[in-house]
């Protein structure tokens, strides 16, 4: 094992607090997977997550495999998708739908909604609480949307479990299109706005 000056740099910097809870979801993701024979449905399947827990769950067996936060927070540098500053683990934390979920019901009075699911996590991001709140139902600004858009590449080009989920995410979100980037992919869901 070699530890290079960007690794103690890193557990020097105020996001060395984040490392071990993004460290064990990870890996929790990968033993739970192996420990309940469901490896072969993460890789194919992908995941969802538990609103009530903020949970990542396994599809078919609906089983807890780690939290939204400390599985994604290391693909956006530990920093809030919102103002980006560091998060750490005594802020509070809350998880941020991109695209406000209650924009979906604008759509009611016009037909039911026909985008992409809002509940997925191709569009979960973790936030500051007070961020999260002050942003309210507002649709997310360009920084913001590069910033997702950057996220999930990121977990796309890694080995990491949820890969699968956000490939998932991107080939079926918008029926009538295939979408080759996130960037391509978020700018038409800003558009059906």
């Known amino acids: 094992m070699r530890l290079t000056p960007d690794l103690l740099r890193l557990a020097q910097s105020e996001q060395a607090d984040g490392l071990a809870a993004?460290?064990?979801?990870?890996w929790s993701i990968v033993e739970?997977?192996?420990?309940?024979?469901?490896?072969?449905?993460?890789?194919?399947?992908?995941?969802?997550?538990?609103?009530?827990?903020?949970?990542?769950?396994?599809?078919?067996?609906?089983r807890s495999v780690a939290g939204v936060v400390e599985a994604t927070v290391g693909f956006q540098h530990g920093r809030c998708l919102i103002c980006h500053d560091v998060l750490v683990l005594?802020?509070?934390?809350?998880?941020?739908?991109?695209?406000?979920?209650?924009?979906?019901?604008?759509?009611?009075s016009v037909g039911s909604w026909h985008g992409p699911d809002?509940?997925?996590l191709w569009h979960?991001?973790?936030?500051?609480?007070s961020c999260n709140g002050a942003k309210s139902d507002r649709l997310p600004n360009p920084t913001e949307l590069v910033r997702l858009a950057a996220r999930n590449e990121a977990i796309m080009h890694s080995?990491?479990?949820?890969?699968?989920?956000?490939?998932?995410s991107l080939m079926n979100a918008v029926p009538s299109q295939k979408m080759s980037s996130w960037s391509r992919f978020l700018r038409a869901v800003q558009a059906a706005f």
């Open 90 to 108: 005594n802020d509070a934390i809350a998880v941020d739908h991109v695209f406000p979920y209650s924009l979906m019901h604008r759509f009611d």
């Open 124 to 129: 979960l991001a973790p936030a500051h609480a």
């Open 118 to 120: 809002l509940d997925a």
């Open 159 to 168: 080995p990491h479990p949820l890969r699968r989920t956000l490939q998932l």
């Open 32 to 62: 739970t997977s192996f420990a309940a024979g469901l490896g072969r449905s993460l890789v194919e399947e992908g995941v969802t997550v538990d609103w009530g827990t903020l949970q990542i769950t396994d599809k078919r067996r609906r």
């Open 22 to 26: 993004e460290l064990s979801a990870r």
